[in-house]
Antibody
Framework: EVQLLESGGGLVQPGGSLRLSCAAS????????MTWVRQAPGKGLEWVSK????????EYADSVKGRFTISRDNTKNTLHLQMDSLRAEDTALYYCAKHLTSTSGAGSPTQFDCWGQGTLVTVSS | DIQMTQSPSSLSASVGDRVTITCRASQTIDIFVNWYQHKPGKAPNLLIYDASNLQSGVPSRFSGSGSGTDFTLTISSLQPEDFATYYC????????FGQGTRLDIK
């Protein structure tokens, strides 16, 4: 059974940093691109960042570019999101998601067949 | 960015009803639209990918259609477990989601 378990969320002051992690199991992690999606309170889903299977290709939403860094450790089946210079508008439930197909490189279609339960990030003074 | 506009934003229906949710893209995006179901406190669930492909394990009462800029998700006969929020998502450019359609029990 595919499982994704996020961790690392919490309360942080504006301008602060957090590092989210997503532990994956039940599939060959190194063969799939991964993505972070967030949902602000009372709002819809927002795609945040994507990383290719090897980690060599990344993409970011304009709203987080230059502040967030996605990475992965294929030896530990773990996905990360380093979040710096946090703002109040980054407050959200952050989900990690597995891409549907095992496509190598930059071209993995952004469609997600398995999601974690999410980890809550609150940015407030 | 490609904008995805869903309608309606909310909908009340009864068990057994046929329901259609639409999504319009701000530019042509071929067939690159996915649909998700999201229940409170749960992870989102992929229903349809690339406009009309039913994801494995999803009941056949769910179907999708469309290409270019206009897309639809149809539930042929609502079941109690279908009351949730539904999102479309395009993958032609950087992924963007529609604002969601909340489906409530009438």
């Amino acid at each position: 059974e595919v499982q994704l378990l996020e961790s690392g969320g919490g309360l942080v002051q504006p301008g602060g940093s957090l590092r989210l992690s997503c532990a994956a199991s039940g599939f060959t992690f190194s063969k799939y691109a991964m993505t972070w999606v967030r949902q602000a309170p009372g709002k819809g889903l927002e795609w945040v960042s994507k990383i290719s299977d090897s980690g060599g290709y990344t993409e970011y939403a304009d709203s987080v570019k230059g502040r967030f860094t996605i990475s992965r450790d294929n030896t530990k089946n773990t996905l990360h999101l380093q979040m710096d210079s946090l703002r109040a508008e980054d407050t959200a439930l952050y989900y990690c998601a597995k891409h549907l197909t095992s496509t190598s490189g930059a071209g993995s279609p952004t469609q997600f067949d398995c999601w974690g339960q999410g980890t809550l990030v609150t940015v407030s003074s | 960015d490609i904008q995805m506009t869903q309608s309606p934003s909310s909908l009340s229906a009864s068990v057994g009803d046929r329901v259609t949710i639409t999504c319009r893209a701000s530019q042509t995006i071929d067939i690159f639209v996915n649909w998700y179901q999201h229940k409170p406190g749960k992870a989102p669930n992929l229903l349809i990918y690339d406009a009309s492909n039913l994801q494995s394990g999803v009941p056949s009462r769910f179907s999708g259609s469309g290409s270019g800029t206009d897309f639809t998700l149809t539930i042929s006969s609502l079941q109690p477990e279908d009351f949730a929020t539904y999102y479309c998502q395009q993958r032609y450019g950087f992924a963007t989601f529609g604002q969601g359609t909340r489906l409530d029990i009438k």
